[in-house]
């Protein structure tokens, strides 16, 4: 991959002018981040375009434009049909190739290469594109590849992967994502270490990081803030300092830390989750060291978390901003998207938990109509599994109909189911693609849109699809 990447790497030094086209969520915009930085450094001429997803019609006015595009974070889905651009990409690879040139080898192989040429994507070495490296690994790996003056690069690259939930399945980050963090930390710009993995360790009131706690959900204490006080007080925590201020995770003396980790241990195992799930309450964390610390900018988790809200609600502008280095106007109104996010998120998850979550066989799904946004309908089903509003021995569909009439779908998985055997990107792509739409993601998170009142169709291929890949 570090071959194929400075072969990039000097089509780039060739080229004045670009357009880089990336996705919106929190790896797609530190991705485009990482493409526009490196650009700039290099003085070249750019500008960057924030796409849901891609179709031909978008494709075609995109190479219309006559700049080289450079896809970062999407692309590889339709590899085939963009012909001559640099793309930066971890989803897998889509590589038809005509049927003309498949006749022998060598024709074969040339059109391969043809298509491959400026294409970076773990797939295409035997990586795991879900584990091993994200979009914006792929990108910051052309980045490095042009100078290692760029290597301050590293620290988005690692924002992007924690933002796709590479770290979720080892507990940490691995492949050449690990690559990544030790240049990352030659560099002065990352650094990690084991400790608890809940969202909110360097901005949150201890007692809310446990409140609002969903991945692992506390039996007892997960949505129940006077529950998470008396918790933390029977173990001698004290929740202020003398002045009335609010502790935060990272204000804890050492052995406060322990004393939570071991009780929240304790608590999981007593209610009767495996080891390997009680597991998940310590990870590996990674710290952006240039950024200030008790900031949502410090911790990697709650860096991508703000990048998410801004994507989610068509501001990923305003994300790229604070990935460029805007720590005043741009960062505030991150921060209000976020605040907004969440609100939206208690909301929707409350109409998820009034409403009832369907099982259908093997597979549970929930319908929000048009009133759940389609931005957050993988979050929400996310969190319905780890809430214990779904059950959690199934994946869970969410499906909305989008403002273009058709319906999305969004599909999340546990660690655990694809262990299992579970490819939720199989079955949406292959599932979406007989209905006469599209699919794609990852293993344990995956998203499709299809054409309005074919729900049931859909319903009836996932459900039949998951009964053979987890062999029940």
């Excluded at 240049?183 to 710009?189: C, D, K, Q, S, Y």
């Excluded at 911790?299 to 068509?314: I, P, Q, V």
């Excluded at 779904?390 to 599909?411: L, M, Q, R």
Aim: glycine residues 10%.
């Amino acid at each position: 991959m570090w071959k194929r990447a400075k072969r990039i790497a000097e089509r780039i030094k060739r080229e004045d002018d670009f357009l880089i086209v990336t996705h919106i969520d929190a790896d797609g915009i530190t991705a485009g981040s990482i493409a526009a930085e490196t650009l700039y450094n290099l003085d070249k001429d750019f500008e960057i375009r924030f796409v849901k997803q891609l179709d031909p019609l978008t494709i075609k006015g995109l190479k219309d434009d006559g700049r080289l595009l450079w896809f970062t974070d999407l692309g590889s889905g339709s590899a085939n049909i963009i012909g001559d651009a640099i793309i930066t990409d971890h989803h897998e690879p889509v590589l038809d190739i005509p049927r003309e040139k498949r006749g022998d080898l060598l024709s074969y192989v040339d059109a391969v290469e043809t298509v491959t040429e400026y294409h970076l994507n773990p797939h295409l070495f035997g990586h795991n594109g879900s584990t091993d490296i994200s979009g914006a690994g792929t990108t910051f790996m052309v980045s490095h590849a042009l100078s290692e003056k760029n290597d301050y690069l590293s620290a988005l690259a690692i924002v992007g992967a924690v933002g796709d939930m590479q770290a979720q399945k080892h507990g940490k980050l691995v492949g050449i994502n690990r690559e990544i963090l030790n240049i990352g930390r030659e560099a002065g710009v990352l650094s990690w270490k084991m400790d608890i993995s809940l969202y909110g360790r360097e901005t949150r009131e201890i007692h809310r990081m446990l409140q609002y706690s969903n991945d692992p959900p506390f039996p007892g204490l997960t949505g129940d803030e006077k529950a998470s006080i008396a918790f933390l007080l029977d173990l001698g925590i004290d929740l202020r300092y003398e002045d009335g201020r609010w502790r935060r995770w990272i204000d804890l003396a050492d052995w406060e830390r322990k004393s939570i980790i071991n009780a929240l241990l304790n608590l999981v195992l007593d209610y009767g989750f495996s080891a390997k799930e009680a597991e998940r309450i310590i990870s590996e964390v990674y710290i952006l060291i240039e950024e200030e610390e008790g900031t949502e900018l410090h911790d990697a988790k709650e860096f991508s978390t703000l990048l998410n809200s801004c994507g989610r609600y068509g501001k990923a502008e305003i994300g790229y901003m604070v990935c460029r280095g805007d720590r005043g106007e741009y960062l505030k109104k991150a921060r209000e998207l976020l605040q907004g996010h969440r609100q939206v998120l208690v909301e929707m998850l409350t109409s998820i938990k009034d409403g009832g979550i369907v099982e259908y066989g093997s597979i549970q799904y929930f319908h929000g109509a048009d009133y759940i946004p389609e931005e957050i309908t993988g979050t929400l089903g996310g969190m319905a599994l780890s809430s214990g509003i779904a059950d959690p021995e199934k994946p869970i569909f969410i499906f909305t109909e989008k403002s273009t009439g058709e319906i999305k779908v969004s599909g999340r998985g546990t660690q655990a189911m694809v262990e299992k055997g579970l490819s939720l990107s199989t079955i949406m792509k292959k599932a979406a693609e007989k209905l006469g739409g599209a699919g794609g993601g990852h293993d344990i998170a995956a998203g499709a849109t299809i054409p309005k009142g074919s729900e049931e169709d859909f319903l009836k291929i996932a459900d039949e699809m998951v009964r053979k890949q987890m062999k029940k």
